[in-house]
T-cell receptor
Framework: KQEVTQIPAALSVPEGENLVLNCSFTDSAIYNLQWFRQDPGKGLTSLLLIQSSQREQTSGRLNASLDKSSGRSTLYIAASQPGDSATYLCAVDMGQFYFGTGTSLTVIP | EAQVTQNPRYLITVTGKKLTVTCSQNMNHEYMSWYRQDPGLGLRQIYY???????DKGDVPEGYKVSRKEKRNFPLILESPSPNQTSLYFCASSLFTGSSYNSPLHFGNGTRLTVT
């Protein structure tokens, strides 16, 4: 069964810092990997989707990479802002979705 | 506006009283799914549907039912709710799944259910 792990569970950084969130998965037979943002009491918002054949995707200050063979993905956030404070989740699509438990990010002004 | 709509947002009920949480999407998506989110356990899939009249169990289907009679609607039914079903529930949809298409998952705003 697919296991998705996100480390660290929580992260606190000063504003302006570049940071990396990690996601690992045990079964590499995935179609794609998605990164989401969740604000307290809200639903999840899709940030980036990387197809299994791709190595990375970029959207603004966000860059996600995928190394399918090693079962790893990273989400890089450049020049962090207080508005980036949220929980970030990754999920792999195997026809059925499997989610990590998320990294709670706090950006301190 | 393209969206997934869940209702109600909050629901408090008693053990054994049947309830339905509705989910509707206006994006003509084929794939729809239900998740529950619990502290420390993350998001776990309850049921999913690849298309009309096609539903499959996720990881935690016990105590839940679903139906997909129309493409846009995917209601979640708790026939006899119990306190261990107290949770935050999310409905989600995407155009396709398990394919090479760029098809992100869209989520509703959630339903917070409390069963006493």
């Amino acid at each position: 069964k697919q296991e998705v792990t996100q480390i660290p569970a929580a992260l606190s950084v000063p504003e302006g810092e570049n940071l990396v969130l990690n996601c690992s998965f045990t079964d590499s037979a995935i179609y794609n990997l998605q990164w989401f943002r969740q604000d307290p009491g809200k639903g999840l918002t899709s940030l980036l989707l990387i197809q299994s054949s791709q190595r990375e995707q970029t959207s603004g200050r966000l860059n996600a990479s995928l190394d399918k063979s090693s079962g790893r993905s990273t989400l890089y956030i450049a020049a962090s802002q207080p508005g980036d404070s949220a929980t970030y989740l990754c999920a792999v699509d195997m026809g059925q979705f499997y989610f990590g438990t998320g990294t709670s990010l706090t950006v301190i002004p | 506006e393209a969206q997934v709509t869940q209702n109600p947002r909050y629901l408090i009920t008693v053990t054994g009283k049947k309830l339905t949480v509705t989910c509707s999407q206006n994006m003509n998506h084929e794939y729809m799914s239900w998740y529950r989110q619990d502290p420390g356990l993350g998001l776990r899939q309850i049921y999913y549907s690849m298309n009309v009249e096609v539903t499959d169990k996720g990881d935690v289907p016990e105590g839940y039912k679903v139906s997909r009679k129309e493409k846009r609607n995917f209601p979640l039914i708790l026939e006899s709710p119990s306190p261990n079903q107290t949770s935050l529930y999310f409905c989600a949809s995407s155009l396709f799944t398990g394919s090479s298409y760029n098809s992100p998952l869209h989520f509703g705003n959630g339903t917070r259910l409390t069963v006493t």
